[in-house]
């Protein structure tokens, strides 16, 4: 049975500044989503990728100067949030899907590990999520800027991508979420209010989302290792 990758590469990238959108941004002399792409079809079990950027990257994208991959079968415009990009490259991927996998366009540097993991998570319990356990200690803030409390991070985990779902579940909640409004900060959280569960599958610390000049220059020495031959 196949899996489909839906990439939502469709933020401005504000924090970053420059003169085009992060995803876009030079790493190591590449767009940073090129190795999105490439690690995703170097993993040799995803079908086709949906990829989904904003719609005045659109032509850009579907050109060549990306190096994207033979397996990003189409590109797709994104929408006002990234959960209305996500559902407009989910209603794009083949019918015959099984199991979709979403990954943020900005974190280059997910494993193959994370890959197989969240498919055969998501096969076995529906809904499989990237994360982290929380090392730090974590403090609730006020509005003047106090600490109110501090919060126990027993169970707290850092979600990321890849995620991963059985298609007929992540069609389900995201009938659900449209229907009532609920918009949710990633994909797993359709499937929370949907009420049904979801399994955690461990990441990485170098599993970096890349929003800020520093994360583009800390990513650079992780780059350089896992994709020497570039």
């Given amino acids: 049975m ?25 790493l190591n002399g590449k767009p940073i989503l090129f190795y999105t792409l490439k ?11 949906v990829l989904v950027v904003p719609e005045k990257e659109y032509k850009a994208a ?28 989910f209603v794009e991927v083949s019918q015959d ?27 076995e319990y529906g809904a499989a999520i990237t994360a982290i356990p929380v090392s730090d200690t ?14 126990d991070r027993e169970g707290l985990w850092r979600v990321q991508t890849p995620q991963a779902f059985r298609y007929p579940l992540l069609k389900e909640a995201f009938e659900k979420a449209n229907s009532e409004n609920f918009y949710g900060t990633d994909e797993g959280t359709l499937i929370e209010h949907l009420g049904k569960p ?10 970096i989302k890349i929003t800020r000049p ?17």
Avoid: Y
């Fill in 62 to 89: 579907c050109a060549d100067w990306l190096g994207k991959p033979e397996i990003v079968k189409k590109v797709v415009i994104g929408g006002e949030k990234r959960q209305d990009s996500v559902f407009n490259g």
């Fill in 2 to 26: 196949s899996v489909s990758a839906v990439v939502p590469a469709g933020g401005s990238g504000t924090r970053m500044g420059g003169p085009v959108p992060k995803q876009f941004q030079s």
């Fill in 39 to 49: 690690t995703l079809q170097d993993s040799g079990v995803i079908s086709e990728i």
């Fill in 198 to 207: 979801v399994k955690i599958v461990e990441g990485s610390e170098q599993n």
């Fill in 138 to 151: 974590i403090k609730r803030v006020d509005s003047s800027g106090l600490v109110s409390e501090t919060i």
């Fill in 97 to 123: 899907t099984e199991i979709v996998l979403v990954h943020d366009g900005v974190r280059p540097l997910l494993s193959q590990k994370m890959i197989s993991e969240s498919i055969h998570a998501a096969r």
């Fill in 214 to 230: 520093e994360d583009l220059e800390l990513s650079e020495t992780f780059i350089s290792r896992a994709f020497p031959e570039i």
